[in-house]
């Protein structure tokens, strides 16, 4: 790799901060803490870019990355900037995030798999990985594991590329966001190359940030989604909730049918209404969604304060109370969907409650219509928000902000692998492809954890299971000419997407 400086060589490998991750993982966690402390899970790496692998000394680094995670503790510092920041984050959570550690050598399994039979500490190979152990402990390993893949990658295996004009780049693309009027925030912490690119990146944007305050353009950069930058540069963290919360409270319960409430339900029972308050659509497509989302929310789901706030028995008092009330709770999985609703009562719906909905598979214009016509159909008059974070450049983050905007919603954006993976080969100037990575909860409970979504590009999981639950939602298959994920980011040596 050609470092022009040498900076890079100084910089400290590898992951050094608990909060180097996505608030999202964050939040979720502490609901996991309240409603899920002794749920069982499992998660699968995925490589959707099969033709990008890592060498074996790529690897060797790799594992060697992870085993220090279990170094990683949160400050005082970063304490301290979660209770005056994050302020959702009850205070039971954040003394158990004090004392909170990874244990990569009991929670994960990796092998390396090569493709050849050369033995070769360059000879490449398919990187299995796999995450065990309590939810609540073991939520926090997809990002920084995505991060250090990317990182190896780009460390042994592709290394024609150096980081020259990123941070020029990032403020050049801050500046055309904002002039343009666009919201947006930086969401590339799980794809980006390395950790000195998301600085630079972050160095860009906040530059582009503060000239477009100066000239009063109605564009802004919002945040960014991890919180480690975030406190480094003076930022909002930004984020709600991710496809797993869904993904395995329905495995969990095996309710597929009302899944979606349920985590709309228990979400609200750990934050409060208004709070953290974007819902993610896709992960059962966005119908199954909708038909959740126009559902009153039971009168029960309310927030605590203090140290009840940690207890599933938290929510209501005695005038609330009824056999399924999360006041006195069961296990989620005992606590019935159908009752807890007052008939004199008078509750708002979901869609009321929540600020707007994150799009992030399928096609987002015709997204748009969807919502428009749900909203309408529902009398929500209330300009909503429209969050895209799915594979966004500057075009499609115009596109969809005009389109949203003639659709009355106000669009925000979620930037990632495009701000801190975005690279040319300096000896071809050819795009140097950023790899396709995920890592998805697969089990809960022990039973196998699914994603539809509104691309069949993203469904993950057992394929069978995937059937199974389409039959048992009508789910309607959807073609989009968007989708193909091997290709989203451009290809090995090719041009950009």
């Known amino acids: 790799m050609v470092t022009n400086d040498g900076v890079a060589d100084a910089l400290p490998?590898?992951?050094?901060?608990?909060?180097?991750?996505?608030?999202?993982?964050?939040?979720?966690?502490?609901?996991?803490?309240?409603?899920?402390?002794?749920?069982?899970?499992?998660?699968?790496?995925?490589?959707?870019?099969?033709?990008?692998?890592?060498?074996?000394?790529?690897?060797?680094?790799?594992?060697?990355?992870?085993?220090k995670l279990n170094s990683i503790s949160l400050s005082s510092e970063e304490l301290k900037y979660l209770k005056t920041t994050c302020t959702y984050l009850n205070e039971p959570y954040l003394e158990f995030l004090t004392t909170f550690r990874l244990r990569p050598s009991?929670?994960?399994?990796?092998?390396?798999?090569?493709?050849?039979?050369?033995?070769?500490?360059?000879?490449?190979?398919?990187?299995?990985?796999?995450?065990?152990g309590l939810w609540v402990d073991t939520i926090l390993y997809e990002i920084p594991l995505l991060a250090l893949t990317s990182e190896a990658y780009f460390k042994f295996c592709d290394r024609d590329w150096n980081y020259s004009s990123q941070e020029e780049n990032a403020y050049q693309k801050g500046l055309r966001l904002t002039e343009h009027g666009c919201i947006f925030s930086e969401f590339g912490t799980r794809r980006r190359r390395d950790y000195r690119t998301q600085g630079l990146v972050m160095n860009g944007l906040k530059k582009a940030g503060q000239e477009a305050e100066n000239r009063d353009w109605k564009g802004k950069l919002s945040g960014t989604s991890n919180v480690h930058f975030a406190m480094?540069?003076?930022?909002?963290?930004?984020?709600?909730?991710?496809?797993?919360?869904?993904?395995?409270?329905?495995?969990?319960?095996?309710?597929?049918?009302?899944?979606?409430?349920?985590?709309?339900?228990?979400?609200?029972?750990?934050?409060?209404?208004?709070?953290?308050?974007?819902?993610?659509?896709?992960?059962?497509?966005?119908p199954v969604f909708l038909d959740a989302f126009k559902r009153p929310v039971p009168i029960y789901t309310t927030a605590a304060e203090g140290m009840a706030s940690i207890l599933p028995s938290a929510a209501g008092d005695a005038s609330t109370s009824t056999a399924g009330n999360l006041a006195r709770t069961k296990p989620p999985i005992a606590a019935p969907i159908d009752n807890g609703v007052k008939e004199e009562a008078q509750t708002q719906s979901y869609a009321q409650v929540f600020a707007g909905v994150r799009q992030d598979s399928g096609d987002p214009v015709g997204f748009l219509k969807q919502m428009r016509d749900?909203?309408?159909?529902?009398?929500?008059?209330?300009?909503?928000?429209?969050?895209?974070?799915?594979?966004?450049?500057?075009?499609?983050?115009?596109?969809?902000?005009?389109?949203?905007?003639?659709?009355?919603?106000?669009?925000?954006?979620?930037?990632?692998?495009?701000?801190?993976?975005?690279?040319?080969?300096?000896?071809?100037?050819?795009?140097s492809a950023p790899l396709n990575i995920v890592i998805k909860i697969s089990s809960a409970g022990g039973k196998p954890a699914i994603k539809i979504s509104d691309n069949i590009g993203k469904n993950t999981g057992d394929s069978e299971i995937v059937n199974e639950v389409k039959q048992r939602l009508g789910y309607v298959e959807k073609q989009w000419e968007g989708g193909d994920e091997t290709t989203r980011w451009g290809t090995k040596n090719g041009a950009a997407k």
């Open 13 to 67: 490998e590898g992951i050094g901060s608990l909060l180097d991750t996505d608030l999202y993982k964050l939040t979720m966690q502490c609901a996991i803490l309240k409603y899920f402390p002794d749920v069982q899970v499992t998660y699968a790496f995925t490589n959707r870019t099969p033709d990008m692998r890592l060498t074996l000394q790529a690897y060797k680094w790799l594992e060697e990355q992870i085993q």
């Open 106 to 132: 009991e929670q994960i399994e990796m092998s390396f798999h090569p493709v050849s039979y050369i033995e070769s500490k360059e000879e490449v190979g398919d990187v299995h990985m796999t995450v065990k």
């Open 232 to 286: 480094k540069y003076g930022l909002s963290p930004v984020g709600t909730v991710a496809h797993e919360w869904f993904m395995a409270i329905a495995a969990y319960t095996d309710d597929y049918e009302h899944a979606t409430e349920t985590a709309l339900r228990y979400w609200i029972g750990c934050f409060g209404e208004g709070v953290l308050g974007i819902a993610l659509t896709d992960t059962f497509g966005t």
């Open 374 to 431: 749900f909203y309408d159909s529902q009398n929500i008059k209330d300009k909503k928000t429209i969050v895209f974070s799915d594979s966004l450049n500057i075009d499609r983050c115009l596109e969809y902000k005009q389109a949203a905007e003639e659709q009355g919603f106000q669009p925000t954006f979620g930037i990632g692998t495009f701000l801190t993976n975005d690279f040319l080969h300096t000896t071809s100037n050819k795009k």
